[in-house]
């Protein structure tokens, strides 16, 4: 029975090579010159740190650029509170969200079921199995999904014959 799988699931080594390529502009740019601006990312979080508030705001601008360059979607970003760091800095912490959760996966499921009432639905911990006899079927609830407004960035794999 044909099958595919419903993620939600960055590229941790886009999410790299952006915070590099920040770095590298922030290193390069005058209005940063002197700067103890950085970026730093440990496991799913990570760490903006600016001189102050606008310097932050600049960081923050840099980064989602760059994430959005490399074809992260900043549908990821879940932005934490702007808290003061040592010496007058500012600093702010981004978790980098993975997986589906409850509340999400309920609307997808009840989307799919609108769509496609004889399609089968698996919800796998922080991913959703689809399953159906026709492809078409499987297709149409994909392109469906595309279009559903929802605050997570979806892909779609493992699709299988």
């Known amino acids: 029975m044909p099958s595919f799988d419903i993620v939600s699931k960055a ?71 702007k808290e003061e760091a040592s010496k007058g800095m500012m600093r702010q912490e981004v978790e980098i969200k993975e997986g589906i959760d409850k509340e999400s996966s309920k609307k997808i499921i009840q989307e799919i079921k609108k769509t496609a009432p004889r399609a089968g639905v698996e919800n796998l911990k922080d991913h959703l199995r689809v399953s159906s006899k026709s492809k078409d079927e499987l297709q149409g609830i994909i392109s469906r999904l595309k279009t559903f407004p929802l605050d997570l960035e979806l892909s779609y794999i493992n699709f299988r014959d």
Request: proline residues 0%; glycine residues 8%.
């Open 11 to 81: 590229d941790m080594q886009e999410v790299d090579n952006a915070i590099n390529q920040a770095m590298k502009e922030i290193g390069g740019r005058y209005d940063f010159k002197g700067s103890k601006s950085d970026i730093k990312r440990q496991d799913n979080i990570v760490t903006l740190l600016g001189d102050d508030d606008y310097k932050l705001t600049a960081v923050i601008d840099i980064f989602k650029g760059k994430l959005i360059k490399r074809g992260v979607s900043v549908k990821f970003l879940n932005f934490k509170k």
